[in-house]
């Protein structure tokens, strides 16, 4: 039974919210005692307020989800989970965020209910409103960006901020993509905001996007650290496969990054040479 709680909490998908390690990362401050004494708090509460957010949408999804061919399997959809029990776990983690929120630093509190309440919108509001909700959704991503400068004390480059819109706008639209051409003529039942959108138009999205995180990283490194110029290259693989697999109905910017080899190996690498230039 433990399995299915597990399963409710999506930790999988928790690995988005390494971008709160963003600031202190590019910082060169990931070696110092007070990011060590604040990393599990601040990470902890935020995988409990996404945990929260998904259980809510879940919720809300239900049967939507249950038409769906991935995610009828979801806990609350086939019943293993009822929605009271759902409700009550939601209200139980949200707590527990907000109160581990106050070891991080007096106003982080703000960023995890801000995430909550931007997730809640679009769950209840924008989720069927094209444009809206990919704008909605890389908003989640912004605050967890955010959120890392507050909780280590390192103040978000404008160029950071814009690259991580423009990345987080790309990896929406390759969603809206892959669901597009994996649902096919069905996507419309799963999704309204999917009957508004082409295919042409989302590859349009993608490239656009694509094309500015890329100059933003670039102008990000010159600003920040000349050296680090050299990891452009792997940004643009990285940005390059992910469209073709987004084309090809996979794409979850979750399942690409743990699942595709490619993928995986490039973002490794780029990891590695960003700690040599930065922290050597």
């Given at each position: 039974m433990y399995k299915t709680y597990i399963k409710l909490l999506r930790p999988?998908?928790?690995?988005?919210?390494?971008?709160l390690l963003f600031p202190p990362f590019f910082a060169g401050r990931m070696l110092t005692i007070s990011f060590s004494e604040k990393i599990v708090p601040a990470m902890l509460a935020f995988c409990l307020a996404a945990s929260c957010s998904y259980i809510i949408n879940d919720i809300k999804d239900l049967e939507a989800d249950r038409n769906h061919a991935a995610k009828k399997n979801r806990?609350?959809?086939?019943?293993?989970?009822?929605?009271?029990?759902?409700?009550?776990?939601?209200v139980a983690l949200f707590v527990s965020a907000i109160i581990i929120s106050a070891r991080v630093s007096s106003q982080f509190w703000l960023y995890i209910t801000a995430y909550l309440l931007i997730s809640i919108s679009y769950t209840v509001f924008f989720k069927d409103l094209v444009i809206l909700d990919i704008f909605i959704i890389s908003s989640g991503f912004l605050v967890r960006v955010l959120a890392g400068g507050e909780a280590f004390g390192v103040?978000?480059?404008?160029?950071?901020?814009m690259t991580v819109f423009m990345v987080s706008l790309f990896l929406a639209s390759g969603k809206r993509m892959g669901e597009l051409?994996?649902?096919?003529?069905?996507?419309?039942?799963?999704?309204?905001?999917?009957?508004?959108?082409?295919?042409?138009?989302l590859e349009g999205i993608l490239w656009f996007s694509a094309s500015s995180a890329l100059v933003m990283y670039s102008l990000y490194t010159l600003e920040h650290r000349s050296r680090l110029f050299y990891t452009v290259p792997l940004a643009a693989f990285g940005l390059l496969r992910y469209i073709y697999i987004a084309k090809e109905g996979k794409g979850d910017p979750t399942e690409v990054l743990l699942g595709d080899r490619q993928v995986m190996i490039v973002g490794i690498v780029w990891f590695l040479v960003i700690c040599i230039v930065t922290y050597t």
């Open positions: 999988s998908q928790w690995i988005k919210n390494l971008l806990a609350i959809a086939n019943g293993d989970i009822a929605v009271l029990t759902a409700i009550c776990i939601a103040p978000v480059s404008n160029w950071l901020f051409v994996f649902l096919g003529d069905e996507a419309h039942n799963h999704r309204k905001s999917l009957s508004s959108y082409s295919t042409n138009y």
